[in-house]
């Protein structure tokens, strides 16, 4: 089932974004906060919405290599931005872009759909969470 209401399309590549909110409210986060998460994912839709991912199976991979490589400058200063902010909500915050980057020399790291996380870096990431609240119930 795709996430995104009267999608026709596959989940995996939707033609809309499907956004909530009770997270972020659960945390104390008000018009302020929301009016600044829209602008973030309008600058999001500014950086991509010229990009087009291949339909090709085998040219995702380059496409996706090149296009991370155009953005990391800006996913870093997000990942800083995102990181302010949930300190100022007392939510901790773990940055898994550095284990991201590493997929693109380590292809058992991204699904056979050539896009996602692999089996294998979920794995890394869920120890790095389980490491991070083993830490906290010190």
């Known amino acids: 089932r795709n996430t995104v209401p009267f ?12 956004l909530g909110t009770p997270a972020i409210t659960a945390r104390g986060m008000k018009e302020k906060e929301m009016e600044q998460i829209s602008k973030w994912v309008l600058s999001v839709i500014d950086h991509i919405k010229s990009e087009k991912l291949p339909e090709e199976k085998e040219k995702r991979s380059e496409f996706i290599k090149s296009f ?67 830490q906290l119930t010190k």
Do not use: C
């Not at 596959?10 to 033609?15: C, I, K, L, R, V």
């Not at 155009?70 to 949930?86: C, G, L, R, S, V």
């Open 7 to 18: 999608e026709d399309a596959s989940p995996f590549y939707p033609s809309g974004l499907r």
């Open 68 to 134: 991370r490589t155009k953005i990391a400058k800006e996913i870093d200063a997000f990942n800083a931005i995102n990181e302010t902010i949930a300190k100022k909500y007392k939510v901790h915050y773990i940055n898994i872009t550095p284990f991201t980057r590493e997929a693109a020399n380590d292809r058992t790291l991204v699904a056979a759909d050539g896009l996602h996380p692999s089996a294998k870096d979920y794995a890394r990431w869920a120890k790095l969470v389980a490491d991070r609240m083993l």
